[in-house]
């Protein structure tokens, strides 16, 4: 576009050179922005968290015989969609002193993302959630305007709760329970046993592993922004014991409440977090003396969150 605007071409051509040029300047820096918000929102985990919104609806709506309203139902994870990406790209711009200490390849941190365009995404993709969360029920909108200030909470430089592990930790816990409920919302249904053992387990799987884990390789970065998070503070070798004995606890916590509901789903998910918290366990306990991938245990746990998800979807079809 600068070459088009420096060398001007002869006058009687000039008005149709900027119609046809300049729209399709624009829709390709468009474009270029909106792909490069969706990759600072980390597309695993906004789908990650689409997939807890769709598992707290059609959980609820199984145990309590419900017909869920199909167009609540997109609606509202639309809403929630858009929503991880306004709140996953105002933490890229938060920690963008911090990613690039750590020599981040994301969009805002290698530059390829402006920090203007970025802020004025999570303010449209924002408003977006409202509307759409709206659409699909007072509730809806009543849980997505909570997820949007933990998110606000989490990364805002006035509050930081990404600054400390144990606020971190809670925030990234109440927010995903935030969205079991919202799933839960939409379809309009009643909190049943089984879905909160499952809501409640699984959140607190964010909040102890995956909010501790993620700061592994990360400690230099963090501890110039002054940081307190576990991984800073007590060490990488702590963190690591940390969550292999978190992801134990809640593989634990998850079996007993399958004993104590007797659903398939739930039994389904807690074997399948059993093996996911083995795989955790060794992926932390093998990288303690600084070997293995910093992010291996974050991935593993990931890759758990999915395969748990999934496995209980699965059984509500044979259930």
């Known amino acids: ?29 468009t474009a270029h922005t909106v792909g490069g918000c969706l990759r600072e929102a980390r597309p695993l985990v906004q789908v990650m968290f689409v997939l807890r919104f769709a598992t707290g609806a059609l959980l609820t709506a199984s145990a309590a015989h419900l ?6 139902l997109l609606l509202g994870a639309l809403a929630w969609w858009a929503a991880t990406v ?14 690039r200490a ?8 290698s530059g390829r993302l402006t920090e203007s365009a970025a802020r004025r995404a999570v303010v449209v993709t924002a ?7 709206g659409t699909a029920g007072w509730r809806v909108a009543e849980a997505t305007a909570v997820f949007l200030t933990l998110g606000y909470m989490y990364s805002a430089p006035s509050i930081a709760a990404k600054c400390r592990s144990w606020s971190a930790s809670a925030v990234t816990c109440a927010a995903a ?8 919302a939409a379809c309009d249904g009643p909190v049943t046993s089984e879905v909160a053992v499952f809501a409640v387990v699984l959140s607190l799987g964010v909040g102890l592993i995956a909010a501790v884990a993620k700061d592994l390789g990360s400690t230099r970065g963090d501890a110039l922004a002054g940081r307190r998070t576990l991984a ?8 690591r014991r940390f969550c292999a004995a978190a992801g134990g606890a809640l593989a634990l916590a998850l079996a007993a409440g399958a004993v104590w509901v007797r659903q398939l789903p739930l039994e389904a998910a807690a074997a399948v977090l059993a093996v996911g918290a083995l795989c955790v366990a060794g992926r932390c306990l093998a990288g303690q003396g600084g070997r293995g991938a910093p992010r291996a245990p974050y991935r593993s746990w990931m890759v758990t969150q999915y395969a748990v998800h999934l496995t209980a979807l699965t059984a509500l079809v044979w259930a």
Not at 15 to 24: H, K, Q
Not at 102 to 109: H, Y
Not at 127 to 133: G, K
Request: charged fraction near 15%; glycine fraction near 10%; aromatic fraction near 4%.
């Open 1 to 29: 576009m600068t070459q088009v605007l420096a060398s001007r071409p002869p006058r009687s051509s000039a008005p149709v050179t900027a119609g046809s040029g300049l729209p399709g300047a624009r829709l390709r820096r």
């Open 67 to 72: 017909r869920p309203n199909t167009a609540h």
């Open 86 to 99: 306004s709140v996953y790209v105002f933490n890229g711009v938060s920690d963008l002193c911090e990613d």
């Open 102 to 109: 750590n020599g981040s390849a994301r969009p805002l941190a």
């Open 127 to 133: 408003l977006a959630a409202l509307v759409f969360a």
């Open 232 to 239: 800073v503070v007590r060490g990488e070798r702590s963190a």
């Open 177 to 184: 329970g935030t969205t079991y409920l919202a799933g839960l």
